[in-house]
């Protein structure tokens, strides 16, 4: 376990006792919120961010020992295990070290390698691997046995070859630099296969793709595992070679080995030994260990890609406690619609059909007008899904046409609605109502408060991923889930309004708490004190500590149950405030009487410095929203669909998703438009996220419009003009020619960048899912 501390440590770049201190509060059931927020002391500081790192790594260092311990007893076991061996077993840091080492020893079916030995042919692959001066046919004749399978003297030298090729390919440190080599220079290749070029038209831009192997990014990688799981592609990891010279992993082998072509009469039988170790054993098993090793990346960026995306939805700016009207948009059917109050309760439904076929303006007008004025509604929520630009613009004119009302129409991204429309959840909170009214239920939600609303959907279904079902499914839930989880104790809960689904995401609580924690409110009324939750069933101590502080009750029996001011703390506050000889409540929000409170004076065993400043923080504003302020994109009049577009256009938008190659960004016509990561800013940009992040308010212009295949291709930066090409990679970071100066020399690319001047080209790395 010191190892592994010290190990994660190294990584990290902390201290060993910041590791020790994370993992016992970890093993003994603490969660990551609860110690990044109220154990500052104990862990040295550490954030969120890097207790995550830390347990993911803990998790895979903890499983890589287990391993290690089998490894090392299977070994033993079979009376092969050297003092060498085991030390080379014990320092191995990867699991792939680990299995490379464990290979030969390795319990597998019968080879036939294993064939010949059993028919006594090792003696000759010795001798004619030693001593290369000796005549194969000749020395191979000694061993031609036919009782023992061995026919004749082509047999025997056969059955020569493939004990070597075994015992070469089981070489562990051979395996280990011919692996780092094909990482290095390696190609990966995709092809289409013969008579799959119409089937896989999606694929196409991967029909003839190679790059480097460690620069494939992780959206171009999935596309090429996608078309090959479909039929459509071939893939490959190889360094192309002429074919009259030897693959350079053969002369690596060759050196390794110790075999040099020297006309001696063995050598071209060695040499046709290693050519069939490269080919036959060593180059399908790298391969194999590259293309997983290359999955393992890309699916881990992907994870990133859509975590980074959901914690940046799920934090989106509330609009608040507003009385609101949520409309899901629909044209034969009509728009559904639910009023909710300001704790999002549903207080009245139904539908209206103002847009085509049925076109009953007037009578939805008056609909609408009514509910607003009896309920007092000051947002209108609008589906973002089809017909929402029409119903838009039906509300729009309504409100015009009544001043009075005073309401804020706002566009609502419904990713996701209709997953919570038919869940169980939403069956069990509105069992009477159709699914479309608890989409508009859903929609009002999400613009009042976009985290308590998303938490009630699976993070998967959200649509902010890139190549989500492509990925490992166990790991995306582990990081998304992650993510929902910081981002609900980051902000907080109100105890006595949140739902079950919210709630269950609280530090410390699972659903059957969770469940148990809203009976109980329904069945006594609303929690006057933080204390009050430990009568909840099966809510014991160790879970009241780890919720408590993210748990919050508004106007209860005591002020700091709004904050976040853990009730382990309660008396250290009550101490301040009488220091002061004020009551605790004339602390909380005054600055001025705050700030006479000298934080050093309150430390002691329990109670550190980062906790005391916190608290002292907490207390100046008290249930602060880490949240930004609310606010929403402008759509452009008459500019509701594709053929609505125009290069050059100027719009608003909202960014819908941040993928590697860019951003996608809704401008109100139903189809998102991409903004290559090359059109984000005038300067290089490595990464999207450093420009934008879901939900942020952009201006772009059109570039261009593709009508067939509904794809638009935008620009952030306002001196691009409709038609030219996008600068390349080295021109956007100042390496090209400069005018007047030397030529620079230019290396040749095994995959030059796309002329991204043209919108195919630029739709080229956004093959989105299915």
């Known amino acids: 376990m010191e190892k592994i501390q010290q190990q994660i440590a190294d990584e990290l770049n902390i201290k060993t006792t910041q590791v020790t201190a994370a993992v016992q509060l970890l093993d003994e059931g603490a969660t990551v919120p609860f110690i990044s927020r109220y154990r500052k002391e104990v862990t040295g500081g550490l954030d969120d961010t890097q207790l995550r790192t830390l347990e993911e790594r803990l998790g895979y260092l903890r499983d890589m020992e287990e391993r290690r311990t089998t490894i090392l007893g299977s070994i033993e076991e079979q009376g092969k295990l050297t003092p060498e061996l085991k030390q080379a077993i014990l320092n191995a840091d990867t699991k792939t070290r680990l299995e490379d080492l464990y290979l030969p020893y390795k319990p597998k ?109 992780s959206h171009r990688a999935l596309a090429m595992f996608r078309g090959r799981r479909e039929g459509i592609l071939s893939i490959r990891v190889d360094i192309p070679t002429e074919t009259t010279t030897a693959h350079p992993c053969e002369t690596m082998i060759a050196s390794h080995l110790g075999i040099k072509h020297e006309n001696r009469p063995a050598d071209n039988w060695l040499a046709e030994v290693v050519r069939w170790t490269w080919k036959i054993k060593l180059h399908t098993h790298i391969e194999t260990d590259l293309l997983a090793e290359l999955r393992e990346r890309a699916e881990a960026d992907a994870i990133t890609v859509f975590a980074t995306n959901l914690q940046d939805l799920l934090l989106a700016a509330p609009a608040g406690q507003r009385v609101t009207i949520g409309l899901d948009p629909g044209l034969r059917t009509g728009v559904k619609l639910a009023v909710v109050d300001n704790t999002g309760k549903v207080l009245d439904h139904g539908a209206i059909f103002p847009t085509p076929p049925q076109n ?58 209709s997953v919570y429309s038919a869940s169980e959840f939403a069956a069990r909170e509105f069992p009477d109502l159709d699914v479309t009214i608890r989409g508009a239920i859903s929609i009002a939600r999400r613009l009042q408060d976009p985290l308590a609303e998303l938490v009630k959907i699976d993070p998967k279904s959200i649509g902010v991923g890139q190549y989500q079902h492509d990925v490992s499914q166990i790991e995306l839930s582990r990081s998304l889930n992650a993510v929902v989880e910081d981002c609900v104790n980051a902000v907080g809960v109100e ?155 100027t719009l608003e938008g909202t960014v819908t998703n941040v993928t590697n190659f860019g951003a996608f960004v809704d401008i ?43 794809r638009i291709g935008l620009s952030m930066r306002m001196s691009d003009e409709p038609g030219q090409k996008t600068p390349t990679r080295e021109h956007r970071e100042g390496k090209g020619n400069k005018k007047g100066g030397r030529q620079a020399p230019q290396r040749k690319q095994q995959n030059p960048p796309a002329k991204t001047g043209t919108l195919g080209a630029l739709f080229a790395e956004a093959l989105k899912k299915s």
């Open 495 to 649: 105890v006595n309004t949140a739902s079950a689904a919210l709630l269950n995401r609280v530090a410390g609580l699972n659903q059957t708490i969770a469940d148990n924690i809203v009976a109980f409110r329904d069945e006594n009324g609303p929690f006057s004190n933080r204390a009050a939750l430990k009568k909840v069933p099966r809510l014991g101590e160790k879970t009241f500590e780890q919720a408590a502080g993210f748990l919050r009750i508004a106007n209860g029996d005591n002020p700091l149950d709004a904050s976040a001011v853990h009730p382990e703390s309660y008396e250290l506050v009550s101490q301040m405030a009488n220091d002061l000889a004020q009551p605790l409540q004339s602390l909380i929000g005054d600055s001025g009487l705050l700030r006479r409170i000298k934080p050093q004076q309150y430390v002691n065993e329990r109670f550190g410095l980062p906790t005391i400043t916190d608290i002292l923080q907490e207390l100046d504003k008290p249930g602060r929203d880490p949240r930004p302020e609310f606010k929403t994109a402008t759509f452009k009049d008459g500019v509701e669909s594709l053929k609505d577009l125009e290069p050059g256009m």
């Open 109 to 217: 079916r019968r080879t036939k390698g294993q064939i010949a030995i059993e028919a006594g042919l090792e003696p000759l692959a010795d001798i004619l691997y030693s001593d290369p001066t000796q005549e194969p046919e000749q020395r191979a004749a000694e061993f031609v046995d036919p009782n023992k399978g061995v026919p004749d003297v082509k047999a025997a030298l056969e059955g020569a070859k493939y004990i070597l090729m075994e015992r070469f390919s089981e070489e562990a440190e051979l395996l280990g630099q011919l692996r780092a080599f094909l990482a290095s220079e390696a190609l990966i290749s995709a092809s289409v296969i013969t008579g799959k070029e119409t089937e896989g038209e999606k694929f196409r831009d991967y029909f003839e793709h190679s790059e480097l192997w460690k620069r494939t990014p």
């Open 668 to 710: 109100g016509v139903h189809q998102d438009g991409l903004v290559h990561i090359s059109a984000l800013a005038e300067r290089f940009v490595k990464d999207p996220r450093e420009v934008v992040k879901t939900g942020d308010i952009v201006t772009v212009k059109v570039m261009e419009v593709d009508i067939p295949r509904k």
């Open 360 to 417: 009953k303006v007037h009578e939805a007008e008056a609909i609408l007008v009514k509910l607003c004025q009896t309920h007092q509604v000051t947002l209108i929520a609008i589906g973002n899904g089809t017909a929402s630009r029409e119903t838009e613009r039906f509300v729009k004119d309504v409100l015009k046409r009544h001043p009075e009302l005073s309401i804020q129409p706002v566009i609502v991204n419904e990713a996701g609605a």
